[in-house]
């Protein structure tokens, strides 16, 4: 069974750097056959799709924060990360990773505990 | 900028049958759009339930199921449970770099 545990700073200071990594467990992040993406959700508000990636390290963004996104992967860690830049308050959510499977369109079967991100100085 | 719609809230009894919807801006919702649902009760992430339109994961109650309906993609209840309130999002690609969300329906067993 495939775990997901996203971890980082609860807390980012404004126009600073978010950085949050998902340890993937019980399956190989290398696989081919599956996509890694990364959703928010600010309070009381709902779900936001960021962006997802492939083993390979190809990348897809969302549009409205491709300017300041980066999402990278690490099979040896077997680990994948997201870097948002320049962040506001509005970049305030809980961050959740999940995997998706590529050859069945099951875009986020299983998804992590998320983890709050605070933007405040 | 596409935008998914989804029913704001419905209420439902217990027993009976809910279907909520999912319509997008862009038309009518086919297949191609691969849509997807899922459930988030308070404090949890969310769970998936449907994918590819009507495909069930291995833990999805019977009682749930997907199809499309009108132009847009539904999520049906049959047989609604009190565990069944919730709060339940649609998901819909676009192509490689825009997936998108609906807004979400709260549904209420009362």
């Known amino acids: 069974q495939v775990q997901l545990q996203e971890s980082g700073p609860g807390l980012v200071k404004p126009s600073q750097t978010l950085s949050l990594t998902c340890t993937v467990s019980g399956d190989s992040i290398g696989s081919g056959d599956y996509y890694w993406s990364w959703i928010r959700q600010p309070p009381g508000k709902g779900l936001e799709w960021i962006g997802y990636i492939y083993s390979s390290g190809s990348a897809y963004y969302s549009p409205s924060l491709k300017s300041r996104l980066t999402l990278s992967v690490d099979t040896s860690k077997n680990q994948f990360s997201l870097k948002l830049r320049s962040v506001t308050a509005a970049d305030t959510a809980v961050y959740y990773c999940?995997?998706?499977?590529?050859?069945?369109?099951?875009?986020?079967?299983?998804w992590g505990r998320g983890t709050l991100v605070s933007v405040s100085s | 900028q596409t935008v998914v719609t989804q029913e704001p809230s419905l209420t439902v009894s217990p027993g009976g049958t809910v279907t909520l919807t999912c319509a997008s801006s862009t038309g009518a919702v086919t297949t191609t759009y691969y849509p997807n649902w899922f459930q988030q009760k308070p404090g949890q992430a969310p769970r998936a339930l449907i994918y590819n339109t009507n495909k069930k994961h291995s833990w999805t109650p019977a009682r749930f199921s997907g199809s499309l309906l009108g132009g847009k993609a539904a999520l049906t209840l049959s047989g609604v449970q009190p565990e069944d309130e919730a709060d339940y999002y649609c998901?819909?690609?676009?192509?490689?770099?825009?997936?998108?969300f609906g807004g979400g329906t709260k549904l209420t067993v009362l």
């Open positions: 998901l819909l690609y676009y192509g490689a770099a825009q997936v998108v």
């Open positions: 999940a995997r998706g499977y590529l050859r069945y369109f099951d875009f986020l079967g299983y």
